[in-house]
């Protein structure tokens, strides 16, 4: 079968302490009641979303894991294999076993706030060599007119080198801009340089893309202009509570977030990727930009209203549309 989306990203495993009173001060030990590790990854999440809407084969997952003597790597990779995604193209690095997978460590308190902590590992190390190793799987892709779904968890160099293969082959880009350090200075002119059919970033990626600070249709406008100029054909910004605004040449859009009951475990971990997945998905349907992009908000916010990263499904959209 040959899928019609693969996803580059990357592939972490996910420390979640809960229920934890408040966060520790210098010296102080905290206990928590309940911690679980889970996969995760803006790219794992973005494949294993997608899955559940284009069925088993039509996703692959392409990253990097690093063959832990813990087994740790098996986690985020048995989960794509249990949700239908392709790991063939996965790059196992089997000669550091000392090394780690990326982690993600999440601190949740009773009251809600959290704070999280980014330990990178072998995603951060995925190469342009390493990519030109899918570049058959990319080329099928193209031929079946599907889309190439991307973060930016890898250097920026890996990312436009990407983008160069896709523009060769004539194949459709979805990017999620997510992915780098946020406290860096990132020079992202280099991705402009190649055709990107659809990006989504949140308010904030939004101001690093462009310099505007989003917060209303207006602003908003005002950073998608500078995508569009950049060659960018779709723009969709999402803002957490306030929806999404989508753009393209022919029009602009205030997406609101559906009214929701919002549980006291609502979180925003993995909402943007359940919102870029539901765009793909709904895409590679045949539907148009701005029905996709209302039912990817409204995924998104069910995802914030349930705990865990569960892949929203599509009869659950058809309940609140």
């Not at 539901?278 to 992009?293: D, H, N, Y």
Request: proline share 7%; hydrophobic share 40%; net charge negative.
């Amino acid at each position: 079968m040959t899928p019609l989306a693969a996803v580059i990203g990357a592939l972490n495993i996910d420390l979640i302490l809960q229920d934890l009173p408040h966060f520790a001060r210098p010296g102080e030990q905290v206990n928590g009641p309940n911690v679980r590790l889970s996969p995760g990854g803006k790219g794992r999440n973005i494949a294993a979303m997608l899955a559940a809407w284009l069925g088993p084969g039509e996703v692959s997952m392409v990253g990097k894991l690093v063959q832990d003597e813990r087994g740790l790597y098996q986690i985020p990779l048995e989960s794509l294999k249990a949700a239908g995604v392709n790991t063939e193209d996965i790059l196992i690095d089997r000669a550091r076993s000392n090394n780690l997978p990326t982690l993600s460590i999440f601190l949740n308190r009773v009251d809600g706030k959290r704070a999280s902590y980014y330990l990178p590992g072998e995603n951060e190390s995925l190469s342009s060599i390493d990519l030109d190793q899918v570049q058959p799987l990319l080329a099928q892709i193209a031929k079946a007119d599907g889309v190439l779904v991307m973060t930016l968890e890898m250097p920026l160099t890996t990312a436009a080198h990407i983008l160069e293969i896709a523009a060769e082959l004539g194949l459709r880009v979805m990017l999620d801009p997510g992915g780098q350090p946020p406290q860096a200075e990132i020079d992202f002119s280099p991705l402009f340089n190649y055709p990107i059919t659809w990006l989504k970033p949140n308010a904030e990626e939004a101001r690093r893309l462009t310099g505007v600070r989003v917060h209303d249709l207006r602003t908003a406008n005002r950073a998608a202009k500078r995508l569009l100029d950049k060659g960018v054909e779709h723009v969709l910004i999402t803002n957490g509570e306030r929806g999404a605004y989508g753009f393209s040449s022919e029009e602009a859009f205030h997406l609101r977030a559906p009214e929701l009951s919002i549980p006291p475990e609502a979180e925003s971990t993995g909402c943007g990727d359940q919102v870029l997945a539901v765009l793909c998905a709904v895409t590679l349907q045949g539907k148009g930009f701005r029905e996709a992009a209302e039912m990817a908000v409204s995924a998104g916010s069910l995802q914030y209203c349930q705990a865990g990263l569960e892949p929203i499904r599509p009869d659950q959209i058809d309940e609140i549309i």
